[in-house]
């Protein structure tokens, strides 16, 4: 009998002692590769964008810079944008900070060379820990998409659509690449910011319009905090 009775209090300790809920994992994590085609240290990093772009929960963008220009080549797939946002990334400081080729930022936050796997790898499984909101996204009549952003806490973050090619094979016609040909992985051709996010539950549609960039044949959303902040949650739409 005082077995029997005691059991309820048992139950009751265990519950009062029971862990709060987890906050949701933020998946995937994004990466952003700074590389230029007049780079010669740069194919092995675009390389392993490649090899990461075929795995689950990972964003990858290419983001071609185009301060190498002025050495023999122009690159075909240079944005002024990327380098503008490449020396914003570089102006908050950190480990790996910099404006150099080739450079992968992670979430926007933790900086590597492009080419070191193995630290790239573990940026990302540190960003995968950390908690964020979660995303969802539905085709709309117009061939648009409506963006579902969920976390039960306030918060603050640009919603950025990303119309990306996913592939581009580029034969480099001289500079330090000259004569190689060389497969870039979704590659950035335009961005546009479609919302505010401010935490909490939330719903923006993207206009048919934005999901029609010529060339494009992949996006991405990012929520950004700032205009050159934190990544803090990315997804192919």
Known sequence: MRLIAFVPALLALSAEAAPPAQPVKMTPVAVELFTSQGCSSCPPADALIEKLSKEPNIVVLTRAVTYWDNLGWKDTLGREANTALQRSYAARGGEGSGVYT????????????????????????????????????????????????DQPV??????????????????????????????????????????????????????????KQPGADRYAVLLREGAAGRIVAARYI
């Open 102 to 149: 080739p450079q992968a930022m992670v979430q926007g936050e933790a900086a590597a060379v492009g080419s070191s796997e193995a630290k790239l790898r573990r940026l990302i499984a540190a960003e995968k820990q950390k908690p964020g909101p979660a995303i969802a996204a539905r085709a709309t009549a117009d061939g648009g998409r409506a963006i579902m952003i």
């Open 154 to 211: 306030k918060a603050g973050a640009s919603v950025l659509v990303v119309a990306l090619k996913s592939e581009a094979v580029v034969r480099i016609g001289a500079g330090e690449n000259g004569g190689r040909v060389v497969r870039y992985t979704n590659v950035v051709l335009a961005e546009t910011e479609v919302g505010r996010w401010q935490g909490g539950s939330a719903t923006i549609t993207v206009p048919g319009r934005i999901m």
